[in-house]
């Protein structure tokens, strides 16, 4: 549904390009007709200066050059069959046609330029996406994994949740998170957090012990000016349980094969990663059981505050028989594309999802792709 949205949004826009590529000859093309229908005394001469005008909009300046020629001409030749080639009001109709091409001219420079300079930003985001929200693996340990990211800023590629995947020798280790606020100062804050979590995943040999070196991390370096809610995920060797560590974060959905969902919560919720107080109780481990053919879907609050027109949030617990599909990535854009349909437009907050699905061993020697973080 997704990838047919988007290809009905590229033929619009084809569509919309086509008519405005054709839209100066017409308007001259009308002049034409309209100044020879009045005859000499109807004054349309200053008219063909749309088709210039309207050049500008769309291609290059030298098109705009070309169709201010073509206006240049239209008009003479008007001008010599109403007679007014010699006279002030040719003279001023002629003028008015060259004037418009040379902003027309300037115009299409001037958005040339700026186009290019957005795609340079782009390519640039690109990067920094590739960078910041790696590829996570499609297979790590007993699961598989997909992913799915969509900014709320438009034309964005990054903005302010987070999520990884490790395999490391103490088990496949998971993070999803929302960093306060929104923009460059958000995507900051959340390559800080990815650092930390990507260094320390591979250095302890505890879930609670990677969770100290990322609270220190993230309080040495935001000083209580900013915070993240985080939830850690560990899955250990064969799979049979999971391991949480929740830093006020959205309790993650564990959805049976029987197409049950549950939320399991903390013992207690632990302040925010970043609003670390000298004293304060860090976030305790729980466990519950993890099977082959269970799943476990991590999410941001983008997710879960969408509303529909009506004001009413998405209710995920009641859509877990959306990731029913056999391939984990298809079960997560059906839950995607149920959850835009559902807000019924763009939505208004970042929202991420992680889909892991406890898989049966895989024969040795397969090596694990890799799912794409671009946002769909």
């Known amino acids: 549904m997704t990838e047919a949205k988007g290809q009905e949004r590229s033929r619009g826009r084809g569509r919309a390009y086509r008519v405005l590529s054709a839209l100066p000859y017409a308007v001259m093309a009308l002049v034409a007709l309209a100044d020879v229908a009045s005859g000499p005394g109807g004054g349309l001469l200053p008219l063909a200066s749309l088709g210039p005008a309207f050049a500008g909009l769309v291609g290059s300046w030298r098109r705009t ?62 990067v920094a996406q590739r960078v910041l929200l790696r590829p996570v693996p499609r297979s790590a340990g007993p699961l598989r994994v997909a992913v799915s990211y969509t900014s709320a800023v438009a034309e964005a590629r990054i903005g302010g949740d987070l999520y990884e995947v490790v395999a490391s020798p103490g088990g496949v280790r998971v993070i999803i998170g929302d960093v306060q606020g929104k923009g460059l100062d958000a995507v900051e804050t959340a390559a800080l957090v990815l650092g930390a979590f990507r260094e320390a995943a591979h250095d302890e040999p505890e879930l609670l012990g990677l969770s100290r070196r990322l609270e220190r991390a993230v309080d040495r370096d935001l000083h209580g000016e900013k915070f993240v809610t985080a939830l850690l995920a560990e899955v250990r060797g064969g799979g049979s349980e999971v391991t949480f560590l929740n830093f006020g974060h959205p309790a993650a959905m564990l959805v049976r094969p029987d197409g049950s969902a549950h939320f399991p919560r903390p013992p207690q919720y632990a302040l925010p990663l970043g609003l670390g107080v000298h004293g304060a109780e860090g976030p305790e481990p729980y466990t519950v059981g ?18 529909d027109r009506a004001g009413d949030f998405y209710p995920l617990g009641d859509r877990a028989s959306l990731l029913k599909d056999p391939d984990p990535e298809a079960a997560l854009k059906e839950l995607r594309a149920d959850l835009v349909h559902h807000a019924a437009g763009p939505l208004h907050d970042d929202a991420a999802m992680l889909l892991l699905r406890h898989r049966h061993e895989e024969p040795p020697g397969t090596v694990p792709p890799f799912v794409s973080s671009a946002p769909q």
């Open 290 to 307: 993890f099977e082959p053919g269970d799943q476990i879907l991590l999410y941001t609050d983008g997710v879960t505050e969408a509303r």
């Open 65 to 126: 050059a070309w169709i201010g020629g073509i206006a240049m001409a239209l008009c003479s030749l008007l001008a010599v069959d109403d007679g007014q080639l010699g006279e002030r009001r040719g003279y001023t109709a002629l003028i008015c046609v060259l004037g418009v091409t040379a902003t027309g001219i300037a115009a299409a420079v001037m958005r040339g330029r700026r186009d290019a300079e957005l795609a340079s930003v782009r390519s640039i985001a690109e």
